[in-house]
């Protein structure tokens, strides 16, 4: 977009054109409050550009809404019918199944293999159906609630933070499946996502928005060790902490620049303790944690999916309002250190 | 989707479902299928997969109803519910494990009411190069674009279904269309 007012600066003008993008979008589709509204009409009144920009994705959307619609048939209603039929029968707990005359169709041997695949598809792609809570399908969650912003999540008393241990590995204390805390602990960090053609300033900017606490930003433990090889290549190597949903959220927002490519790395020692079933076996995975392995993660909503999986699987067994603080290290790679 | 009518014809039969009448979710499936469908064919590109999806969500819908609160919008819900199932289709596809054995998306046509042969040679090329532009959006940006201008959703109901915050729902939006114009300019071009 033209008339940055902020190019001498390029940080601040980042972020500057990024809340005007982000009004101007909010405006067009009437989502504006009337005061913000007259400040994008006097942006509008100034900058003939906007107008035109303005007017280009209205025939857009005209022409999107336009488009032909696709169709199901009335035999897609009876499959799914069917399928519910057959549910009927696998689920006891739900209250009487009456017999439906939707399309008159006898289940016969097609309900037999519609109760088969149902049972498959529960047992492996939708294992929470057999569970209580949100379903959840592939790391995936479907609560009813949206992933709230950190603004309308209960807030929890910050815990204080310890530095990670000098050797950086991450912590194993608590960490099975179904070990309970008594009180909410820092974890170590869980997660590397390096983030490159970021400034460390919009970084700030982000994580502060989504109160994440920034506890080191040099890329050193206590001993003056480097958190990982990479941090020494002229790196900054951001520890930060935050509460369940915060880091997700703001993960989401950096990946969401287009420019800003993140990746994110697993830790092998956290990783694969998730099929060991004692913290011993924990620890002696801690030797090989300093190789970060990378994961193909290509979007925000497969990086946010990732940590919340990760998150949710050191979460087994805690209980509500018991939540531990959630740390990660964020390695900034600028586009002139590439 | 705001109706208060819809909502309150739409709470009545999942309150009949849950008391056993499966008639009732009948009704449920049929007054939203197509537009479900229809969203699941342009945010997957194909048509097969998103009928796969579509029937899984209303399945999974349906063994979760008693869980449905009527906070939100029942289409909403249920929306969220198929494309948290496209999603896991997409990701697989990225990891080059194909459902069909080859790149999905490339036998996306347009659908048999699409433009007429009375319509204008221009209208029917728009209708190409927009389906074209389409495929060639990143998953993340067809999918809002598809909820705010076909569906026609505000930013919360999109914030809900994608499991975005508002503000990432704006931001992402502007550059959903500013890449969907890049794409349609160098089409003309």
Redesign the interface.
């Known amino acids: 977009m033209s008339g940055n007012p902020n190019e001498d600066n390029p940080n601040e003008g980042n972020f500057e054109r990024?809340n005007v993008?982000?009004?101007?979008?909010?405006y067009f589709?009437n989502?504006l409050e009337p005061a913000e509204r007259a400040d994008i009409e006097t942006m509008l009144a100034e900058n003939s550009d906007l107008g035109e920009l303005l007017d280009?994705?209205q025939k857009?959307?005209d022409?999107?809404?336009q488009?032909?619609?696709?169709?199901?048939g009335a035999d897609?209603?009876a499959?799914?019918?069917a399928?519910?039929?057959a549910?009927?029968t696998a689920?006891p707990q739900?209250?009487?199944?009456?017999a439906?005359?939707?399309d008159s169709q006898k289940i016969g041997i097609s309900g037999i293999v519609a109760l088969a695949a149902?049972l498959l598809?529960t047992l492996f792609?939708?294992p929470s159906?057999v569970g209580d809570g949100?379903?959840q399908?592939?790391g995936?969650?479907?609560n009813?609630?949206?992933?709230?912003?950190s603004t309308a999540r209960p807030k929890e008393k910050a815990k204080p933070i310890l530095a990670p241990r000098n050797s950086s590995l991450p912590r194993t204390t608590n960490r099975i499946p179904g070990a309970t805390s008594s009180r909410a602990k820092p974890r170590g960090i869980e997660q590397v996502l390096l983030i490159q053609n970021a400034t460390l300033s919009d970084l700030e900017a982000i994580l502060n928005r989504h109160e994440i606490r920034i506890v080191d930003s040099k890329g050193k433990a206590p001993d003056g060790a480097h958190f990982i090889p990479q941090a020494k290549q002229g790196m900054e190597a951001i520890h930060i902490v935050s509460h369940q949903g915060n880091m997700q959220?703001a993960i989401?927002?950096i990946a969401?620049?287009?420019s800003i490519i993140v990746t994110a790395f697993s830790i092998p020692g956290q990783l694969e303790s998730r099929e060991i079933g004692n913290s011993r076996s924990v620890e002696k995975e801690d030797a090989s944690a300093l190789q970060l392995q990378p994961v193909?993660l290509?979007?925000?909503?497969?990086i946010?999916r990732e940590i919340e999986e990760l998150d949710r699987w050191f979460k087994v067994g805690d209980e509500e309002g018991d939540r531990e603080p959630m740390e990660c290290l964020l390695l900034l790679q600028s586009a002139s250190q590439r | 989707m705001n109706n208060p009518r819809a909502k309150h014809e739409d709470r009545e039969w999942i309150c009949r479902t849950i008391d056993g009448d499966t008639e009732s979710f009948g009704f449920l499936v049929k007054k939203y299928q197509d537009r479900l469908y229809n969203g699941m064919v342009q945010i997957l590109r194909n048509e097969s997969e998103a009928e796969d999806v579509v029937q899984d969500a209303f399945v999974l819908a349906f063994s979760k109803l008693d869980s449905f609160q009527g906070k939100s919008a029942f289409f909403t819900w249920l929306y969220r519910i198929a494309y948290n199932v496209a999603i896991t289709r997409l990701r697989r596809r990225k990891r080059g494990i194909s459902l069909d054995g080859d790149d999905a998306r490339i036998r996306l046509a347009i659908p048999d009411n699409g433009p007429l042969p009375n319509d204008s040679i221009e209208k029917q090329e728009e209708a190409v190069q927009l389906y074209e532009a389409l495929d060639r959006l990143s998953s993340e940006h067809r999918s809002i674009l598809v909820l705010r201008e076909m569906e026609e959703l505000d930013y919360d109901a999109i914030a809900e279904i994608l499991e975005l915050p508002v503000g990432t729902v704006r931001s992402r939006l502007h550059r959903a269309r500013i890449r969907l114009r890049e794409l349609l300019e160098k089409a003309i071009d």
């Not at chain 1, 739900?94 to 009456?98: A, E, F, K, N, S």
């Not at chain 1, 009813?144 to 912003?149: F, L, N, R, Y």
């Open positions: 990024l993008e982000r009004r101007l979008t909010a589709d989502e280009q994705w857009t959307g022409s999107l809404r488009l032909p619609e696709y169709g199901l897609f209603t499959g799914v019918q399928k519910i039929d549910m009927g689920k739900r209250p009487t199944v009456v439906s005359n939707w149902l598809l792609v939708f159906l949100p379903v399908q592939a995936v969650v479907v009813e609630q949206p992933a709230v912003p959220s989401n927002e969401d620049h287009e193909a290509g979007s925000a909503v497969a946010s």
